[in-house]
């Protein structure tokens, strides 16, 4: 049997971040936690950040991840929103490098199609999907449900990304 990798998955944002993790052992997944970091928006964007580097490291010490997973963000809203989405998806990425995971990133229909078999599925049906496949998640919030469906989504690719390059490799 595969080893037992645990994975935290990220679901960025500037409010809220929502996090999961999983314990990924060959085809089985167990939950572990889940749960949201909150920015207070009464203050600076630079303190904001702060709040979410903060509060992501203090979960990667709690729990202790193999791999970090974060789900791409697509917006085609205002330019200064998807800046601010994009400033919070980077310290999403850089606190799990900074703790020496690897990262890997996940278009949120790839997500979706993985989790829930259809790549424009709502949140409703992602959270649903959380409770077949994760009986024991007690999501919080639709972020927190998201974040456990992109550390479901690494967890069904990431076999797949390694032979890639491994065959890569042996060229």
């Known amino acids: ?13 500037l ?6 993790v999983v314990v990924s052992e060959g085809s089985k997944l167990s939950f ?6 909150e920015s207070d928006g009464n203050l600076s964007l630079g303190e904001r950040l702060r709040q979410l580097h903060e509060g992501l490291h203090k979960i990667i010490a709690a729990h202790r991840p193999h791999e970090a ?3 791409e963000t697509f917006i085609n809203r205002d330019p200064q929103s998807a800046l601010k989405l994009g400033q919070a998806r980077g310290i999403a990425l850089v606190v ?3 703790a020496g995971l ?3 990133e996940y278009a949120a229909n790839l997500v979706k199609k993985t989790v829930v078999g259809v790549g ?3 949140k409703k049906q992602v959270q649903a999907m959380i409770r077949v496949l994760l009986p024991k998640a007690e999501t919080s919030s ?3 449900a998201d974040a456990l469906a992109v550390a479901i989504c690494h967890a069904q690719h990431r076999g797949m990304k390694a032979l890639v390059a491994q065959m890569r490799a042996a060229g």
């Open 1 to 13: 049997m595969a080893p037992a990798i645990r994975i935290i998955g990220i679901d960025p944002g």
């Open 69 to 71: 997973a974060v789900e």
């Open 15 to 20: 409010r809220k971040t929502g996090w999961g």
């Open 32 to 37: 572990v936690a889940c749960g949201c970091i």
């Open 142 to 144: 639709a972020d927190a």
């Open 120 to 122: 424009h599925a709502d």
């Open 96 to 98: 799990p490098s900074l």
């Open 102 to 104: 690897s990262v890997a």
